[in-house]
């Protein structure tokens, strides 16, 4: 899984979920006071890492706590934007939003997440993964006020996420995933530019990469299409595993065969609905797949983050994860 819920101690949850994903800084959010904020957020942070270990994942995460969202930590950290006198960008759903506005050449100055995975590290011995935005998706998350258009400013973007990537592996990341969400809400310009950002962002990177494509937060974005617009365009990407969503959309797996080559990152647990589903309802999900690709070449997923969701439905449906796992791995053994 990516995020996790945050706890309400941590973070005001009725707040978070008023308003769309947060493109520039949302201090509102956090409920500590700011000299304790940094502690709390290590707190809950291991709070999220035993709860991953005790739900019987494979592939742990930070989820995300010290986030008020997926793309904001990493977009607001660079050079070259103004997130205090920001911009408005219309957001996938076609409202506008507060978003960063581009005011000179996008540039990474210091590693943002390294610390975080240093952390992660430090407190778990199974193999760990870190996210970070992608550098089409922060391109539509931005307003451009400085380069030629969009596809100058991705090129950019791809520069400090390579950057980022090389450290974040460097400092003990197995995985590393770059989310990009925008090349199926606007597919013509991935088409057009995403894909090579996405290429650029990846260039000489030698450790284990993954993107993750969706529709979007369930609890936002409530209708979900039959198919993906883009997915067939990153099999000849040099990323490693490419993460979908399948659970919500009861999506047709033959799109499989389009990434014959990458380990696919099924999601098959619904965050439309707080209700757990039970270990052979998820297995169930994942069979579809079977016809479609070899078993080795999946691994069990949430559809998208679980920031949104209760605390208890997510931590019940990490559990359902791993027992659909254990259901498959004894049938196929």
Request: net charge negative.
């Amino acid at each position: 899984m990516g995020s996790y819920a945050q706890p309400d101690w941590l973070i005001d949850r009725a707040k978070l979920a008023g308003r769309f994903p947060p493109r520039v800084r949302a201090k509102e959010l956090w409920r500590p006071a700011p000299e304790h904020l940094a502690q709390a957020q290590d707190d809950a942070t291991l709070l999220a890492i035993r709860a991953q270990e005790e739900a019987g994942l494979d592939i742990l995460t930070d989820g995300e706590i010290r986030r008020e969202s997926y793309s904001n930590h990493f977009a607001t950290a660079l050079e070259g934007v103004d997130v205090d006198n920001p911009g408005t960008a219309l957001d996938r759903s076609g409202h506008p939003n507060p978003v960063p506005r581009i005011t000179g050449p996008i540039r990474r100055t210091r590693p943002v997440e390294v610390d975080d995975v240093r952390f992660l590290r430090a407190h778990t011995e199974r193999t760990i993964k870190m996210t970070v935005p992608g550098p089409f998706t922060m391109s539509q998350q931005a307003q451009n006020d400085h380069y030629p258009d969009a596809e100058a400013a991705a090129m950019d973007y791809a520069v400090a996420v390579n950057a980022e990537i090389r450290d974040l592996h460097a400092a003990g990341a197995d995985i590393v995933q770059i989310d990009e969400p925008y090349m199926q809400a606007r597919p013509d310009a991935a088409r057009a530019y995403g894909l090579a950002a996405l290429n650029a962002a990846l260039e000489g990177v030698t450790g284990t990469t993954a993107v993750h494509i969706c529709f979007g937060y369930a609890a936002i974005i409530h209708e979900r299409p039959e198919g993906y617009s883009f997915l067939p365009e990153l099999a000849g990407c040099p990323v490693d595993q490419v993460s979908i969503e399948t659970a919500q959309s009861g999506l047709d797996l033959g799109v499989l065969a389009d990434l014959s080559g990458k380990t696919v990152l099924l999601g098959v647990v619904d965050l439309s609905d707080p209700v757990v589903e039970t270990p052979e309802v998820v297995a169930g999900r994942v069979r579809r797949a079977f016809a479609h690709t070899a078993p080795e070449n999946l691994v069990v997923s949430t559809d998208c983050g679980m920031k949104y969701l209760p605390r208890e439905s997510a931590e019940g449906k990490m559990r359902t994860m791993a027992g659909a796992a254990a259901l498959l791995r004894a049938e196929l053994a």
